[in-house]
């Protein structure tokens, strides 16, 4: 369904979430409540990623930010704000859109349809469920341990609400409210051929973190 559409500049995110990771990413030390609705962001399609384990969830990805922060043409951060991040969601539904309903933040490794991964550190890689913070003194995180997010579709509008709690005090208590574009990156030849050109980069960040899942034997 989105196989033709270019993949824009948030993708650049990934790669410098995770050169920030191996520069030493400080953790917040002050509990506090996010209100502040997402206004941008994307969702990947990974299709049925860990089918080989069998496990035959369809896996998606979401990334979004509060308004006030964003990308430049480089990839660095711009702005200040929140950025929400999970790295695996696993849908109620079975196509290359996120299927309506609720999701439950997964610490248990079940891998079960309508779960997220929890926040944790996979082979010393930060993913799963995260609330990346930047601000004008640095970035930092936040691992989210549990909650749930709640997806629902109105003509072109999409809705996500969200009430997760970090392992670091912060309650994120919003939304995102507006045309959430969805990108199709499963393993099928068509998808790969389709973005191949534009996400290089992006497609090797994210390949490294899944294998990172892998190697942790969490499966």
Known sequence: MFKQIILPIFCLFTSIFFHSCNNG?????????????????????YGTYYDYLGIDTHVFELD????????DSTGQYVG????????????IGSDSLLAEGNYTIDTLYQYTTGSVLGGASYGGIPGGA??????S??????????????????NDSTTLNFKLQTKQ??????????ILPQFNMSNSEDSEDSSQIHINH?????KHSKTCFK?????
Not at 64 to 71: D, K
Not at 83 to 90: K, S
């Open 25 to 45: 990413i400080n953790e917040p030390t002050n509990s506090v409540t996010l209100r502040q609705p997402f206004t941008a962001g994307y969702a990947v399609y």
């Open 64 to 71: 979004l930010y509060t308004e006030g922060l964003g990308l």
């Open 80 to 91: 200040t704000g929140q950025n929400l991040y999970m790295t695996d969601i696993f849908s």
């Open 130 to 135: 995260l609330l990346i913070n930047i601000s």
């Open 137 to 154: 003194t640095g970035i930092s995180y936040d691992y989210i341990i549990s909650g749930t997010m709640t997806v629902a579709y109105s």
């Open 169 to 178: 005090g912060t309650l994120i208590e919003n939304q995102f409210r507006g």
């Open 202 to 206: 992006y497609k090797s960040s994210k």
């Open 215 to 219: 190697a942790e034997n969490r499966l």
